[in-house]
């Protein structure tokens, strides 16, 4: 599999790719690949530094006569998101990605492929390793920990880097330049309860929700895919309120940037009303497939019976807990006025877990709006809903967005390229997605910024994938742009 991978054109960038899948990366565990792209740059025998926050920053000196270029910095990031199917197994701590062509396409094998953002990484390498490329004074910034906070961005520091304009390759549609992105915020609700004891006379049911798409909170949030937290509450509520089910544990989705594909929880219930509750949550579940029938075809449902749990959530928390879901702000909440077609506003209810040894319940919830006062109201009315069920709400890991420059020049630039490159004009486009892009524009405010690269489908999910055609026009195109730069 991986052989057909190295075969693949534009070959350097190819073969760059497959050493990063060999290469365990997941966020906060980029050690391995810090030090492969640093001693690549070393080996090159260019400038190459590691900064306090893991960034790696390679330059290249312009090729002869592009030395009055403005200098550019080619941008992306190390890490990548770890998300697998529930009967995959897979270490991303340890195993590499088991990559391999489909068709047009390459994708993984029940993991993600790190495509996001290993393409884009990968093609930066492969300007570096160049002899034949023409560019002016080069820059690539690999930046740290982008997944879970966009860690390397915020730890930059200013003064580093001396090019003016900034090419990020994190976007995901091939023939799309983005100027503008979304800004974001977390929210963490916890909830603390206490224990009660199982009844004597009780039974206890595994209920899993499995076989959601999931895929990209911001990028895959206009599909108006299903949350398996949600499907999961819908079902404990109805349970609840017909047979008195009670809830022993909750573990639903799993980073805060992926809409939840899965959830899988213990209840018990009256063992008299034990058919009644299976019976009530197929019946529930049949309702929600048939009403999610367009986007979750393969959602399905097993309730098991399993041994009875130690303990159980306190009715009144479960009670609270359920009303606060079921009423959190989830989805889409608002699209643009000014760019037809774009989110302006959204939220994902990414994680809800529960935690014995704790006795807490912890939920994870990612905010992202390109209007601040929108996010700001955002996360008023999530707090409003957990808040008056009696949990404690707290705001986190705030990045702002991109505000686009129609009338930058290296906008024009990468139009009037692409257009004789392929007779067409691409489109320009803002994307509902935390770029580091607006992190590191507040650092370096004089830089011209764009965000281009391949198409990619359904990042951040097990059904990752990255169209073979279009990383070829990507390259073509990033070449083409390199030699184009204007002159200082």
């Not at 492969?126 to 560019?135: E, F, G, P, R």
Request: glycine content about 10%; aromatic content about 6%; some cysteine.
């Amino acid at each position: 599999m991986s052989q057909k991978i190295v075969e693949l054109q534009p070959s350097k960038l190819w073969e760059n790719f497959h050493q990063l899948t060999q290469i365990p990366r997941p966020s906060n565990h980029e050690e391995q690949v810090q030090e492969f792209v640093f001693n690549f740059g070393k080996e090159l025998g260019l400038e190459t530094l590691k900064d306090e926050v893991g960034n790696i920053i390679v330059r290249k000196p312009a090729t002869p006569g592009m030395e009055n270029r403005k200098g550019v910095i080619l941008q992306g990031h190390l890490d990548m998101v770890p998300q697998k199917n529930s009967e995959k197994e897979h270490d991303f701590v340890n195993d590499p990605i088991e990559a391999f062509v489909d068709g047009d396409w390459v994708t993984a094998n029940g993991t993600t492929l790190g495509a996001d953002n290993g393409i884009g990484v990968a093609a930066a390498m492969a300007v570096l390793a160049s002899n034949d490329l023409k560019h002016g004074p080069l820059e690539v910034l690999f930046t740290a920990t982008e997944e879970t906070g966009m860690d390397g961005a915020e730890g930059l520091k200013a003064g580093v880097l001396q090019g003016e304009i900034l090419l990020n390759t994190d976007s995901e549609d091939e023939g799309e330049l983005y100027v503008g992105c979304a800004g974001g915020e977390d929210v963490g609700i916890r909830f603390t309860y206490t224990e009660e004891q199982v009844p004597a006379n009780a039974v206890a049911f595994e209920v899993n929700i499995t076989g959601l798409k999931g895929g990209h909170s911001g990028m895959d949030i206009i599909l108006q895919r299903g949350n398996a937290n949600q499907v999961f509450f819908r079902l404990l509520n109805e349970a609840y309120l017909a047979v008195g089910a009670r809830l022993a544990s909750i573990n639903g989705g799993s980073l805060r940037n992926a809409i939840p594909r899965e959830a899988f929880g213990v209840i018990t219930v009256e063992a008299d009303k034990s058919d009644s509750l299976k019976n009530l949550i197929e019946t529930e579940f049949t309702a929600i497939k048939k009403e999610l029938s367009a986007t979750e075809p393969e959602m399905s449902l097993s309730i098991v019976e399993t041994k009875l749990p130690v303990e159980l959530i306190d009715e009144n928390t479960q009670v609270n807990l359920t009303k606060g879901v079921l009423a959190c702000p989830n989805g889409v909440i608002r699209m643009s006025d000014s760019m037809p077609g774009l989110v302006e506003t959204s939220s994902n209810m990414a994680s809800v877990k529960s935690d014995a040894a704790g006795k807490t319940i912890d939920i994870a919830c990612l905010m992202r709006s390109s209007v601040d006062s929108a996010k700001a109201n955002l996360g008023k009315r999530i707090a409003a809903a957990f808040s008056m069920a009696g949990a404690k709400v707290k705001f986190s890991g705030a990045y702002p967005g991109w505000q686009p420059n129609m009338s930058s020049p290296i906008l024009k630039t990468m139009q009037e390229v692409y257009q004789q490159k392929y007779g067409k004009v691409p489109e320009i486009k803002a994307i509902h997605a935390g770029l580091e892009c607006g992190i590191l524009g507040g650092t370096y405010p004089h830089w011209d910024m764009i965000s281009f690269g391949p198409t990619i489908r359904f990042p951040h999910s097990p059904d990752e994938k990255v169209n073979i055609a279009t990383v070829q026009k990507f390259w073509d195109f990033m070449v083409a742009t390199l030699e184009n730069i204007p002159v200082k």
